[in-house]
């Protein structure tokens, strides 16, 4: 080394923000490297079994001459720790082996997907997006990689489901914007007479739904309707109506106008839940913030107090608002109609 030019690069304190970014590179290459992992194939392949560099090639359809630059690729997830090489075969490592395999693991592993790709494109091309007088698209999200990410806050959610969900009484639900059903299927668990419609905004995601309730066997008790909820018109029917993590698609400005025509749904006595993240939370919260604010037709996300007043605005009464995950600002709030 030579040491007068590694001196005057410690004296212009190039150095020591060097090794900051070098701190941070390696994360941001992992959550990548399994990001790519699972988008060509290999992620499924390898949590199967160990493989060679000709089974993976072959697997994938990579032409041999193009197996330097392929080899090297897989260098790469070596020197990342998320591959390794036994005796020829290479292996999962890591946080990738960690998340293989394991059912519930695949909401995290959908929030590395998330990372990796939607939020990634919001932090580098929302400015120009902005500059060019345009904004995201819901086309510009993987809905099932969303909806399989939101699951990760299923612990809590289901947990204020079996509190606050009649466990006998026959009740009939409406569930908007339902991704993939797996809080239907909570709450037809929890309440074997309650019956529900889900309407979900996106046609990928209503196909999973179906599918899902298909294999849970509750297509007797279950419906899933294609649609935007406000072009939506019910009787009194529902005794619960639900919005889950989804009110920041609706424009701030046109939710007291939404949360009216939900109203008009509920039987009385009936209640309306909306779970969602809420202004002031942890980085990830603040990504969906982004998204909601950058994204032709939603918004930001609602702040506790504005929360509960456009609730009351539209006509809710008894309005109660708690955080129920701790460490961020994640809460859920409930309004009944007047009986």
Not at 139 to 157: H, K, L, T, Y
Not at 203 to 219: H, K, T
């Amino acid at each position: 080394m030579n040491l007068k030019a590694f001196l005057t690069f410690l004296q212009k304190g190039q150095f020591f923000l060097l090794l900051q970014i070098t701190r941070l590179m390696t994360p941001f290459y992992q959550l990548g490297y399994i990001t790519a992992l699972v988008k060509h194939g290999f992620f499924d392949i390898l949590s199967a079994e160990p493989a060679s560099l000709e089974k993976l090639m072959d697997e994938s359809g990579i032409a041999e001459k193009n197996g330097s630059a392929f080899r090297a690729w897989l260098q790469a997830g070596l020197r990342l720790k998320m591959l390794r090489l036994d005796e020829g075969h290479y292996q999962l490592n890591g946080l990738a082996k960690s998340l293989a395999g394991i059912p519930k693991n695949d909401a995290l592993l959908a929030i590395i997907q998330e990372i990796a790709t939607l939020h990634y494109k919001l932090i580098l091309h929302t400015p120009a997006k902005l500059k060019a007088g345009e904004k995201w698209s819901l086309d510009d999200q993987d809905g099932e990689v969303v909806a399989r990410s939101s699951r990760i806050v299923e612990p809590f959610q289901t947990a204020m489901i079996q509190s606050l969900f009649p466990k006998d009484a026959p009740i009939h639900l409406l569930e908007v914007g339902c991704g993939s059903g797996i809080y239907i299927k909570e709450a037809a668990m929890h309440n074997q007479r309650l019956t529900a419609l889900g309407v979900e905004l996106q046609a990928d995601v209503v196909g999973m739904a179906r599918s899902n309730m298909a294999g849970w066997q509750l297509q007797g008790r279950v419906r899933i309707e294609e649609g935007d909820i406000r072009e939506k018109n019910f009787e009194r029917e529902f005794d619960i109506v639900t919005l889950y993590n989804n009110i920041y698609y609706f424009p701030v400005s046109e939710r007291v106008a939404l949360l009216e025509h939900l109203k008009a749904f509920l039987k009385p006595g009936g209640f309306l839940i909306i779970v969602t993240g809420c202004q002031g939370g942890q980085p990830l919260m603040e990504m969906l913030n982004l998204w909601g604010a950058a994204t032709e037709g939603a918004d930001r996300l609602p702040a506790p107090d504005e929360m509960v007043a456009q609730m009351q605005a539209a006509g809710f009464e008894r309005v109660q608002a708690k955080n129920f995950m701790p460490g961020d600002a994640f809460y859920r709030f409930v309004g009944y109609r007047k009986s």
